[in-house]
């Protein structure tokens, strides 16, 4: 992974884009419905750029760029002219200040690149290549936008609606995060387009008492992790614990729930001892095992066994 992933919080901070043409546009378009504070140094500016200033979304300094222009108030720094020379300069005025720069299409003097961007309303999903293929990338975000949902934005509203609200009725986190499960998964909120629809759902949920319960499912790894069935994946998203031997590509691992818990085994009494405390816990538990392995056929008796795809 070249670069981490992170979502800033700019709103109310003062970000300077030097440029006023189209590229500075797209950019400070984004700025701007971000919430952050920006300020344009250009001779000349796109009428766009021009129109957001006499509007007050931004300011526009009609002047070419200066040394003295940056300072450490910015939180960022976005050199967007088509003078490499001067974008240089821009960088090393930036860095000099101990501020982030980006020299858009020109990598090597970016602190950080932006992805591109697929946006239901609170919902946002970033996809990036690092810079290796902007075009692939591009392919990536037309399939995203083609098969997510327009009512996320609504699901992510209601959800944000109801944090208090399911605190009080679910104190614990666990049982709360389960809850949310269930509820994503109902078809009626699938489908919903009107709030009231998603409210019926919430009430007929939340007023029905379910006892948590354990599960344990074993997952057979093979060479191709996209080999996985649809419900092995579900399934790996919902375990709070996955068990896996040493032997199993880190591919498959990569794929479960972010904050499940992970434990390794060696023999089958570490995968015993490990299956006795996620009983007591009650836990959802995938096991990984090597693919046709039979050496824990008499552990799995009655457990779901899911094998990869034909």
């Known amino acids: ?11 109310d901070k003062a970000v300077l884009v030097i440029g006023g043409g189209e590229v500075a546009c797209r950019k400070v378009e ?8 920006v300020t344009i140094v250009s001779p000349v500016v796109d009428d766009y750029l021009l129109e957001l200033a006499k509007q007050g979304e931004c300011v526009w300094i009609q002047n ?22 001067l974008n240089h300069q821009i960088y090393t005025d930036a860095k000099q200040h101990g501020i982030l720069v980006n020299v858009v299409d020109d990598q090597p003097y970016c602190d950080f690149i932006t992805p591109s961007m697929v946006n239901r309303g609170r919902i946002q999903i970033a996809i990036s290549s690092g810079g290796a293929s902007p075009v692939l990338v591009r392919n990536i975000r037309q399939q995203l936008e083609y098969v997510l949902p327009q009512n996320l934005a609504l699901l992510a509203e209601f959800g944000a609606s109801k944090r208090s609200d399911i ?45 948590d319960k354990g599960q344990v499912t074993w997952i057979e790894f093979g060479s191709d992790v996209e080999m996985l069935s649809l419900k092995a994946l579900r399934l790996m998203q919902q375990a709070e614990l996955v068990l896996y031997p040493n032997d199993c590509p880190f591919v498959f691992l990569d794929s479960v ?7 390794a085994f060696s023999n089958e009494a570490e995968l ?12 959802r538990v995938v096991i ?9 056929n008499l552990l799995i008796g009655q457990n779901l066994r899911l094998s990869p795809a034909r």
């Open 1 to 11: 992974m070249k670069y981490f992933p992170i979502y800033l919080d700019l709103k």
């Open 30 to 37: 984004s700025l701007v419905r971000a919430g952050a504070l």
């Open 64 to 85: 070419f760029y200066s040394q003295e222009m940056i300072d450490r108030r910015y939180l960022q720094v976005w050199a967007t002219t088509d003078n490499p020379e």
């Open 167 to 211: 605190k009080q009725a679910l104190p614990n986190v666990e049982s709360r995060r389960k809850f949310w499960e269930r509820f994503f998964a109902d078809s009626s909120v699938e489908h919903a387009q009107h709030k009231q629809d998603l409210e019926t759902a919430y009430q007929s949920l939340i007023s029905d008492t379910v006892t």
């Open 257 to 263: 729930r972010r904050d499940a818990e992970r434990k």
């Open 272 to 283: 015993i001892e490990h299956l006795k405390d996620a009983e007591i816990e009650q836990q």
């Open 288 to 296: 990984f095992i090597a693919e046709e392995s039979s050496k824990y």
